[in-house]
């Protein structure tokens, strides 16, 4: 198993209150599978992805990736293990707007130990002839690849993308959709995805649906056969 979240709980203060946010998740992903999270706002999607990529850290339960108990390490250990582990990509792209598509990437790739490096990656994403633009001059569809683009270039085992398509208009979302799934392919990268739309769900291997800070819902989609 390669991710494997059990009994996960976290609260957090809310004036005099505290809201259990995450009430005791169960899930499991293997690897090389694609995972999507579903469920309203507010219902703990991005705390729960955010905890088993080690931004965040929950109170109790377990979460293990790829053998590493995440919950477990030290604030150190966590740093290293987000580095070397997890890819991030989020709505709103987080691009550095000073620097350029290449050096965007190359602040990455240059502390990393992965065999891939920027023009591979540009390449794989279809941006190779961008690599000395900067961010503002591309278009959405575009800054999202670059954004996959810096998140591959480390090779990490884990992908997480947080609603990476809210922003996108149709046909770019489905573009973005279809370079995740190579990516997958490619690469043999396990991806986690929170989103809203159902046809993103529908290309997922394992679909999660979270209610209030539980999940109330687990659908496997048989049809679809993992990464080799
Ligand atoms: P979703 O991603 O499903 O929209 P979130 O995980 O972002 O949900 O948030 C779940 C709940 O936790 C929300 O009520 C939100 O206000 C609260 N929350 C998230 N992060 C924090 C935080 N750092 N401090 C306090 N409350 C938080
Ligand atoms: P998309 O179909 O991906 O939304 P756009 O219609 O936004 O693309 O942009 C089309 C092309 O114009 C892209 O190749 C992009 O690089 C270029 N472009 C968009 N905005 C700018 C800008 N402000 N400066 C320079 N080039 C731009």
Redesign the pocket.
């Known amino acids: 198993m390669f991710i494997d979240v059990s009994n996960l709980k976290k609260s957090y203060p809310s004036g005099v209150v505290i809201t259990e946010v995450l009430k005791g998740i169960g899930m499991k992903l293997e690897k090389r599978e694609i995972g999507v999270i579903l469920g309203p706002s507010g219902s703990g999607k991005s705390t729960l992805m955010n905890i088993i990529g080690g931004i965040d850290r929950c109170d109790s339960g377990r979460v293990i990736v790829d053998g590493i108990e995440v919950n477990d390490l030290n604030d150190d250990r966590l740093i290293d293990y987000r580095r070397e582990h997890v890819g991030f990509v989020f709505q709103f792209y987080n691009l550095v707007p000073d620097l350029t598509v290449g050096e965007n990437i190359e602040v990455v790739s240059n502390i990393s130990k992965s065999p891939l490096n920027t023009d591979e990656v540009l390449t794989a994403v279809e941006m190779r002839d961008?690599k000395y633009?900067f961010p503002?001059?591309?278009?959405?569809?575009?800054q999202q690849r670059v954004s996959i683009a810096r998140a591959i270039v480390k090779n990490p085992k884990l992908l997480l993308c947080d609603e990476p398509t809210g922003a996108?208009?149709y046909?770019?979302s489905r573009s973005i959709l279809r370079l995740l799934q190579q990516v997958n392919q490619k690469y043999g990268t396990t991806i986690l995805m929170i989103t809203h739309n159902a046809a993103i769900a529908a290309m997922a291997n394992r679909v999660f649906k979270l209610r209030s800070g539980e999940i109330v819902e687990e659908t496997v989609n048989q049809t679809i056969v993992p990464a080799e």
């Open positions: 961008k633009r503002r001059e591309l278009s959405g569809g575009e996108l208009d046909d770019t």
